[in-house]
């Protein structure tokens, strides 16, 4: 659904079209989560949701997922936060996309390095990396190896543009919430990550992990 105002930068029937792509041969194929896009205008019932909004109802945010009245999954894209950012909405929606397919409650994990869990987020480690189909910027997102730490480095592939080389590593431009100390918290993949992250958080998306859905 198209709730938005605000231009999204690119025609939106084209960009589902694309997102349908961007799922059937490259998501599905490696994760065994595949989906059908529908454009409606209002939610479908028994049917998970995308919906366009204009501006972030959650600080921090550029999009997340939680649930739909029907207490279905249901992804939210910030169209004019991610725009005035300077990121593309394509890229937002392909990120939440993924993400709500893979862990659609929010609530899996992996035990990682030094004991500690990671959510189960499959973009937000490379999550400044992106490809095109059809001229349309679409995420990288990792693979399910990259959670499974008895894979030794470059022995498989650990996203899909190949920038990863070991499980649970960070690109620079990402991070990973991870629970530790008793808490949930950010680990991020350089300082200037960091320092962005921590300066900018009005520009960062959020899966609302260790917050309340609804």
């Not at 599905?28 to 949701?49: I, M, R």
Request: with cysteine; glycine share 6%; charged share 25%.
């Amino acid at each position: 659904m198209n709730q938005s105002t605000t231009g999204l930068g690119v025609d939106f029937d084209k960009l589902i079209v694309v997102m349908q792509t961007f799922v059937d041969q490259y998501f599905a194929p490696v994760w065994g989560t595949p989906a059908k896009l529908v454009k409606a205008k209002d939610f479908v019932k028994d049917a998970w949701a995308m919906v366009f909004l204009d501006n972030a109802d959650v600080e921090g945010a550029l999009g997340y997922h939680n649930l739909t009245p029907d207490h279905l999954p249901l992804s939210k894209i910030f169209v004019e936060t991610t725009r005035r950012s300077g990121g593309e909405v394509s890229i937002t929606a392909s990120h939440e996309l993924s993400e709500m397919l893979v862990d659609p409650a929010a609530n899996l994990c992996a035990v990682g390095p030094k004991g500690w869990i990671y959510a189960y987020e499959v973009c937000d480690a490379v999550e400044e990396e992106s490809f095109l189909i059809d001229k349309i910027p679409m995420t990288d997102f990792v693979y399910p190896s990259f959670f499974e730490p008895f894979r030794e480095p470059r022995s498989t592939q650990f996203d899909s543009m190949r920038k990863l080389s070991r499980p649970f590593q960070i690109l620079k431009g990402g991070y990973m919430p991870v629970f530790r100390d008793g808490e949930w918290t950010q680990i991020f993949g350089s300082p200037e990550k960091r320092k962005q992250y921590i300066e900018e958080q009005s520009q960062q998306r959020t899966d609302r992990r260790g917050k309340p859905s609804f």
